[in-house]
T-cell receptor
Framework: GIQVEQSPPDLILQEGANSTLRCNFS?????LQWFHQNPWGQLINLFY?????KQNGRLSATTVATERYSLLYISSSQTTDSGVYFC??????????WGAGTKLIIKP | DGGITQSPKYLFRKEGQNVTLSCEQN?????MYWYRQDPGQGLRLIYY???????QKGDIAEGYSVSREKKESFPLTVTSAQKNPTAFYLC????????????FGSGTRLTVV
């Protein structure tokens, strides 16, 4: 099956810093999504981005499907950005396959 | 406000006991999902349902059971056959079955005592 690898596994930054999170996937996918899980466990969808670039405030994402990777950019980090960021891809059966996540800690 | 309600937030299970986790949505979504999350890992699919009275096994269905008698409700039973049930359980829904437009509940943390 499709493998999803996220890097780095952990990231600690000072407030105000910028960060780039990476998601590599091993095969062609139907779509790719980024999620954020806050420290209390609540998951929200950030981007649905099978290809191209999207921006939402301080967050943006780019997927290069032909090279099988996606990047999530966080600019001017805030403490509320802390949590785990997951990348998930859909295979040919539209089943969602999740990466192990990048744990981000933003220090004040 | 529309959303997904999971209850309880915390649940303790004794060895050999069955427990049921509740998941209710008022989003009028067709598809519902149960995921298990272990520390430091991604989500793993237990069961999903794309329509009332129908559900499919996910990657780790052994030791779990579900029902979908109403569109709004998708309860998960953790049976005594599940040997390592301690985990964080997340319920989710999507408008249809194509894994887009996810809404998640706030989760249930299950601990075996």
């Amino acid at each position: 099956g499709i493998q999803v690898e996220q890097s780095p596994p952990d990231l600690i930054l000072q407030e105000g810093a910028n960060s780039t999170l990476r998601c590599n996937f091993s095969d062609s996918v139907n779509n790719l999504q980024w999620f954020h899980q806050n420290p209390w466990g609540q998951l929200i969808n950030l981007f649905y981005i099978p290809s191209g670039t999207k921006q939402n405030g301080r967050l943006s994402a780019t997927t290069v499907a032909t090279e099988r990777y996606s990047l999530l950019y966080i600019s001017s980090s805030q403490t509320t950005d802390s949590g785990v960021y997951f990348c998930a891809v859909s295979d040919s059966n539209y089943q969602l396959i999740w990466g192990a996540g990048t744990k981000l800690i933003i220090k004040p | 406000d529309g959303g997904i309600t999971q209850s309880p937030k915390y649940l303790f299970r004794k060895e050999g006991q069955n427990v049921t986790l509740s998941c209710e949505q008022n989003l009028n979504h067709d598809a519902m999902y149960w995921y298990r999350q272990d520390p430091g890992q991604g989500l793993r699919l237990i069961y999903y349902s794309q329509i009332v009275n129908d559900f499919q096994k996910g990657d780790i269905a052994e030791g779990y059971s579900v029902s979908r008698e109403k569109k709004e409700s998708f309860p998960l039973t953790v049976t005594s056959a599940q040997k390592n049930p301690t985990a964080f359980y997340l319920c989710a829904s999507t408008p249809d079955g194509f894994n887009y437009g996810y809404t998640f509940g706030s989760g249930t943390r299950l601990t075996v005592v």
